[in-house]
């Protein structure tokens, strides 16, 4: 039986925890030896995690990693990385009322039917508590990546019908983190803003699109047929709580053209290959081809409002329910940084696959 916590080939990352367990945690496997731990940058990618607008969870912990193996003076041994982190501000007792009710779009029932439990407090397994795991191995990932030259940036592109005019041009740093919204365009930004006060006031919820780039991505990572680059990492972003689809370069937009006009037509550029466009968003055949790498996911909206809403309770009746509670009106810009997370994971994976092939490695 495959328990699905495990995930990667050369690279492996296992998460554990709940909710309102004791902590949430990983294991990173196969990190190679000698790679001292950016601790700016894991602070910083937390940060990133991190609920501090008015939009966001009142939900605030500290996310201190604590590293229990793997690691000597902060630099990596090529054994297991292991680490966890404490859950500090659980409150269970915030759902005692909804224990025995399927509440709408949570995993209550699904796990329900696999499991045989009620309920569980926040989510359980579910909740996207678990993602802050993942942004600590993604972090260290990225800093392996940043090594090579390669770097990821993710960014709000849209929050419901408010969007950039601009989205899939690569953005800095410090202009997305600075942003509430995680949006680098401040007149889309300041349009967001509004729009998620008057969700937030609703006391109802809304999705997002998040824009990732890669660049410095060298041609000739992925795998052919079922370990396709975009394959891969659609699998990985897919497994983020509340991502409900990706698509790269063009994407769906792409159906509206023309081959001749879809086709990305290498050109020799001082005695390199280039391509005149980008529509592929840097994977061809599943394989990178040298350009950025671009790639958007949508994240539905948060399946917690403080709305009158039905459902039924485990013996079928059914129930009305207000969701009570610490809930985002929109979840995406947290969740900006959690794609970058499991896209640098991705990433160091296939660089790693890809350097089996050198036959001076």
């Given at each position: 039986m ?8 050369l ?7 709940e ?5 949430v945690?990983?294991v ?19 940060q990133q995690r991190?609920?501090s ?11 201190a990693v604590?590293?229990l193996s793997g690691?000597?003076?902060?630099t990596?041994?090529g054994?297991p ?15 005692e009322?909804l224990k025995?009710?399927f509440?709408?779009?949570?995993a209550d029932f699904?796990y329900h039917e696999k499991?045989?439990l ?7 397994r ?5 993602t ?9 990932a990225?800093?392996f990546?940043?090594?090579k030259?390669?770097?990821i940036?993710s960014y709000i592109?849209?929050?419901g019908s408010e969007?950039m005019?601009?989205?899939g041009?690569w953005?800095e740093e410090?202009a997305?983190?600075?942003s509430p919204?995680?949006?680098p365009d401040?007149?889309a930004e ?6 998620l006060?008057q ?5 109802d919820?809304?999705?997002g699109?998040v824009t990732t ?6 041609a000739?990572?992925?795998e052919p047929v079922f370990g396709k680059?975009?394959?891969?990492l ?8 509340g991502a ?10 792409g159906l ?8 990305d037509?290498?050109?020799?550029n ?10 592929s968003?840097?994977?061809q055949a599943g ?9 958007k996911?949508a ?5 917690s ?16 329910l207000?969701i009570s ?6 979840f995406a810009?947290?969740a900006?940084i959690?794609?970058t997370?499991m896209?640098?994971?991705?990433l160091m994976?296939a ?6 092939y050198d036959r001076e490695?």
């Amino acid at each position: 039986m495959a328990a699905g916590n495990t995930f990667g080939t050369l690279v492996k990352l296992t998460l554990f925890g709940e909710s309102h367990g004791d902590s949430v945690g990983g294991v990173l496997d196969g990190f190679p030896a000698g790679y001292t731990v950016n601790e700016s940058l894991l602070k910083t990618m937390l940060q990133q995690r991190f609920p501090s607008a008015s939009f966001e969870t009142a939900r605030r912990e500290e996310d201190a990693v604590e590293f229990l193996s793997g690691l000597k003076n902060k630099t990596t041994l090529g054994s297991p990385i292991a680490f966890r982190i404490r859950n500090t501000n659980a409150r269970p007792g915030d759902y005692e009322s909804l224990k025995n009710i399927f509440r709408p779009g949570h995993a209550d029932f699904v796990y329900h039917e696999k499991y045989g439990l009620e309920p569980q407090s926040g989510g359980g397994r579910a909740s996207g508590r678990e993602t802050a795991a993942r942004v600590v191995a993604g972090a260290l990932a990225l800093g392996f990546l940043r090594e090579k030259g390669i770097d990821i940036i993710s960014y709000i592109s849209a929050i419901g019908s408010e969007k950039m005019i601009d989205a899939g041009d690569w953005k800095e740093e410090s202009a997305v983190f600075n942003s509430p919204v995680r949006c680098p365009d401040h007149e889309a930004e300041s349009r967001m803003q509004q729009y998620l006060k008057q969700i937030s006031n609703a006391k109802d919820s809304i999705g997002g699109c998040v824009t990732t780039l890669v660049r410095g991505l060298p041609a000739g990572l992925g795998e052919p047929v079922f370990g396709k680059l975009n394959a891969v990492l659609a699998q990985a972003i897919m497994s983020i709580p509340g991502a409900k689809g990706v698509d790269f370069g063009e994407g769906f937009a792409g159906l509206h053209l023309k081959g001749s006009e879809y086709n990305d037509v290498p050109v020799m550029n001082n005695g390199k290959v280039q391509f005149e466009s980008n529509h592929s968003g840097g994977v061809q055949a599943g394989i990178s081809n040298g350009n950025i790498l671009l790639m958007k996911t949508a994240f539905r909206p948060a399946s917690s409002v403080g709305t009158a809403q039905h459902s039924i309770d485990t013996e079928g009746h059914r129930v009305d329910l207000k969701i009570s509670g610490r809930h985002d009106a929109c979840f995406a810009p947290r969740a900006s940084i959690v794609v970058t997370a499991m896209t640098a994971i991705v990433l160091m994976d296939a660089w790693l696959q890809f350097k089996s092939y050198d036959r001076e490695f």
